[in-house]
């Protein structure tokens, strides 16, 4: 990749830090996180943000039964950007191709030689970015729906791909273990509690892909619900609801069925379904124990629009595509006040249970700490006495989460919503810091001296740097009532505090 000069990178920086936010008062951060963060072993800021960094590409299968008589099969690919390859164009422009291979094979056969092909799929385009800070964000991702007919049978998938860094990790599809353990029989197993079979990684090396192969066949019980998000804009992963008076453009979920946290989203139900059902309840409920529920509607299906949907049959190495046209119910959810964990969707008809699809709010941008509890409280160390959090990690598991909740629950300004932004903005100063003012000599950039200003006050509303022929390099961090000196300490990024106390008379 090639990178911009320093003086593109000190002016991105400046402008990230210095325009269009709020300074915050350190004792009004807030956000009630509720029960959703769960202990875990590890407990090393460096090591969630090192796994965050090493995440792959996704890659989803899914069935729909978009009519009676049709089936189609789904492969919808989300690529973060820091997975890609980016070279700059010219001095606004950035690129980076990609290209995802599929040859689809009847059955779940032993002899490759007997195999029978029944598609071959190709993916691939050139993504365009205009600032650098885009190539790196993790959360910065281009997503690709691609559908196509396929008769419901077992198929064998093989996988190929360019250009994309990391391990992509598949879902909607099966592995055949002793396949894999022959091919790699030192490879670590990760066994579920729940199940006596290997479970492998969830990562899939690029030899298994092309070698083994992925066994695809469609479930048991077709499951006649789709999620779909809001529009983020990106037509490529986007799905087109209409009738006569309106159209509604959502974005394909896939089989994770992870919603987006704090955001309204749909439940699609092809009217096949439901046409025989004149009423209906849809319930939402928590998936652990006690079992509550969060939501319920009763729907007359005569007072819904039937929606026209135009799913796209599209294969880059045929020329000419088609669409098949399917009509759909479209139901706004108030997912928005849900929680950031696990639920269940029931379709009911006269207090019977008709079907059930279990879902999950996802926090794409969720801060690192977040990730995990004893993460999270350790660094509220810059708000909270030192002697207060160690009393706190010596807690039982259900004890720091009940502490957690009821800091923050206390600081939340708007209680009726699942999402704080206030505490939010805490946790994203800590990763900020993290990834601007770590160096060599400090590694954990949160606790440098400009980490630490930065979490506590927020971005100063301007930043000047100079450099002076006798002495260091000298940044000052200006805010409304005060400035902030440092002096670089070894000239390799590092900046010290020499000056905290110099008010501005303006």
């Known amino acids: ?40 072993t590890i407990d090393s800021y460096q090591y969630l943000a090192q796994s965050k960094i090493q995440r792959g590409f996704d890659v989803d299968f899914q069935w729909i039964k978009a009519t009676e008589d049709s089936t189609l099969l789904t ?7 820091h997975q890609l390859a980016f070279e ?46 885009n190539t790196l964000d993790p959360n910065e991702i281009t997503k690709v ?18 250009y994309l860094k990391g391990r992509p990790a598949v879902t909607g599809v099966e592995i055949n273990s002793e396949k ?33 192969g992925l066994q695809l066949h469609p479930p048991k019980s077709q499951q006649p619900f789709y999620f779909f998000n809001n529009s983020k804009g990106s037509a490529k992963a986007n799905i087109t609801f209409s009738t006569q008076k309106e159209n509604k453009i959502v974005e394909w ?47 007359e299906s005569t007072t819904l629009p039937r929606f026209r949907v135009n799913l796209p049959l599209n294969n880059q190495l045929i020329e000419s595509t088609h669409n098949i046209h399917a009509e759909f119910y479209l139901i706004d959810l108030e997912t928005k006040v849900l929680d950031n964990k696990k639920y269940k969707l029931d379709l009911k008809s006269n207090n019977e249970n008709i079907n059930s699809l279990n879902f999950e709010t996802f926090w794409q941008d969720m801060p690192t700490s977040l990730l995990q ?12 006495h030192e002697q207060t959090i160690e009393d706190v990690l010596k807690k039982k598991n259900e004890d ?45 950039g949160y606790d440098s001296d400009q980490g630490q200003i930065y979490i506590k006050i927020g971005p100063p509303i301007e930043i000047i740097r100079s450099f002076p022929t006798t002495s260091k390099v000298i940044e000052e961090w200006i805010y409304p009532n005060r400035t902030f000196i440092f002096t670089a300490s070894s000239g390799f990024g590092d900046f010290i505090l020499v000056n905290a106390n110099k008010e501005n008379k303006n």
């Open 88 to 133: 700059l164009q010219d001095d606004s422009n950035y690129a980076a191709r990609y290209q995802l291979n599929l040859e689809i094979y009847k059955g779940f056969y032993e002899d490759e030689n007997t195999r029978e092909l029944e598609e071959r799929i190709f993916i691939g385009d050139t993504i365009f970015v205009s600032q650098y800070e």
């Open 1 to 40: 990749m090639n990178k911009p000069s320093s003086y593109k990178t000190s002016k991105s920086l400046s402008t990230q830090l210095g325009f269009g936010s709020k300074i915050l008062i350190v004792l009004l951060l807030g956000f009630t996180l509720k029960t959703q963060i769960k202990a875990q």
């Open 373 to 384: 509890l004893d993460v999270a409280i350790e660094m509220l160390r810059y708000i909270v």
């Open 180 to 212: 894999l353990q022959s091919l790699n029989p030192n490879r670590r197993r990760i066994r579920d509690k729940n199940s006596r079979d290997p479970i492998f990684k969830q990562y899939i090396p690029k030899e298994i892909l092309r070698e083994i």
């Open 253 to 299: 979920i896939g089989s994770t069925n992870q919603i987006s946290y704090s955001e309204n989203s749909y439940v699609g139900i092809p009217t096949f379904a439901l046409d025989s059902m004149p009423t209906y309840d849809l319930v939402i409920s928590t998936v652990s124990k006690p079992k509550d529920v969060i939501y319920s509607e009763t729907i």
């Open 400 to 444: 720091k989460i009940s502490w957690f909740d009821s800091f923050w629950n206390s600081k939340d300004p708007i209680p009726t919503t699942a999402k704080n932004e206030l505490m939010n903005e805490y946790y994203r100063r800590i990763d900020f810091a993290f990834d601007q003012f770590s160096t060599a000599s400090q590694p954990e």
């Open 75 to 81: 492969v919808f690919l989300s690529i973060p950007h």
């Open 145 to 162: 729906l691609t559908t196509l007919y396929l008769p419901g049978d077992k198929y064998t998938i093989h996988m190929d791909y360019n």
